[in-house]
């Protein structure tokens, strides 16, 4: 790949007079085999990126799995192809924080109060078509969240939205383990109907309880294991997922991303986690995260929420949209996510309102949806930023990312062009092609006074945080 003079987001949104600021680095394969062969990528071999200094726009290049300054004559590997990026803006990936796309066959295993041995890693969906969809809105990344229908949930899946790959390519490798916890009126089943009120716990005080009689097994279950280990004791303890996904918690191999509305809850978890010595990763949705920000911030809690949703439902009706810019004003680590199949096509747009809503610089509004999210999720050694040394995730968009106007061109994954808007307007045609074959095909058949066979439009769901059941919802999206 060749990318010709693409500006940074270094360049102010309001500042098009001025000269542009160049970007230019190497992108190059990490092992030295696939690099001897002169950026011919070999299948299984991540790319990383490697900064350069900023060179004149006419002398910036991005030369094969490599971006590079040229000086003199240009000398492009064999085989690779030219990107010109000039005018245009160049970008990391935006990370999804809390994202329920991809996911096949249910996204909450409510039965019980605690399902932390189920894992969404499990039942990743790679044809789930929203994945090519947000690689058009120049997303990357994500965290697959198990639903909120439990105060503790299942684990968590961490992807690459490497479209057209399997599931287990699209697994991040080696990446931090994490879990859902939740709180509020969807653990409580306030919102389930009058049928579905037969769950511990009903009330606010019966979650909290949870929290403590999970972790108090826990322990003893540990404390069992050194137990027999040691010799102390002669009976082996008989193996518990579900505690052994609550053990690695404690012990802070595991980190906890949680569903959270209202401030008296927020507060109430972080007393349990205290009480048990580990720290609560990161509140997503949080938005009365402004009432208790300075709580988070002595906690190290971080912050997943919306850029301006609000009144859903009643625990939300306190929201602002000023939320991620005083969370950020206080030192919490500020993510904005989707939580929506929708949303997560726009994260450019939804960083943007951090600006408009309390001011937030463009470089910080930008971190919402790129580096933040990474620092959250423990990526940010690999992605988050264009850096020596992290993956190819790399956005090239037509303006200024944080512009309505601007348009993701062209999305790479790990080095590889998995979006681009040229193909996809020509793959529009095919399809609209192939559509009016078919359709034309029909009316010969009725003409021929062939049986008629009728079409049903079947509406598309989406995976919420509220979904029951394994099929996807066609419902208002809840949270």
Known sequence: MILRSATDLATPMKASTSPPVNWC???????????????????????????????????????????????????????????????????????????????????????????????????????????YRQLSGGVTAAQLLHGSANPIGGQSALIKLKWGHTADEMLIPEAAGFIKFALGENVKQANWGDYNTIRFPQTRMGVEQVYYDAFIRAQKYEQAQKDFKSGKSNEAPRTDLELEVLSQILNKERFVSCHSYVQSEINMLMHVADSFGFTLNTFTHILEGYKVADKMAAHGAGGSTFSDWWAYKYEVNDAIPYNAALMHEQGVVVAINSDDAEMGRRLNQEAAKAIKYGGMSEEEAWKTVTLNPAKLLHLDDRMGSLKQGKDADIVLWSTHPMSIMAKAEKTIVDGKVLFDQERDQKQRKVNQAEKARIISKMLDSNKKGEKKRSFFRKKEGHYHCNTLGEEASTEQNEH
């Open 25 to 131: 680095g190497v992108v190059v394969p990490r092992t030295a085999s696939a690099r001897s062969r002169h950026g011919a990528q070999r299948a299984g071999s991540p790319l990383k990126v490697v900064p350069c200094p900023i060179m004149p726009a006419q002398r910036s290049r991005a030369i094969g799995w490599s971006i590079m300054p040229i000086t003199g004559k240009p000398r492009y590997p064999k085989g690779a192809v030219v990107i010109d990026g000039e005018g245009k803006h160049v970008t990391s990936g935006i990370i999804d924080e809390h994202s329920h796309i991809a996911i096949s066959k249910g996204v909450n295993e409510g039965g019980q109060a605690i399902s932390a041995e189920v894992s969404i890693a499990d039942v990743v969906n790679p044809e789930d078509i929203n994945i």
